[in-house]
């Protein structure tokens, strides 16, 4: 992540591209340090059966 070269700084192509993201790997930032990680979550929720009141939410959470 510290050493990704990109041929257009206008194109988002993954989480590394994102300005939030090259804030906190910035000096200083709280993923300035090779040995941090992130976590990207990502979640939503399914009717069991159409007519039930449960359902089921997954987490799926990738390790950048």
């Known amino acids: 992540r510290f050493k ?3 041929t257009d700084g206008s194109l988002i192509k993954d989480v590394y591209d994102g300005e939030l ?11 300035a340090s090779a040995t941090n990680i992130s976590l990207l979550g ?12 449960h359902g089921v939410w997954p987490v799926f959470l ?3």
């Open 4 to 6: 990704r070269e990109t």
């Open 21 to 31: 993201y090259k804030m906190f790997s910035g000096p200083g930032g709280l993923l």
């Open 42 to 53: 990502n979640t939503d929720g399914v009717a069991l059966i159409p007519s039930s009141n």
């Open 62 to 64: 990738v390790i950048n």
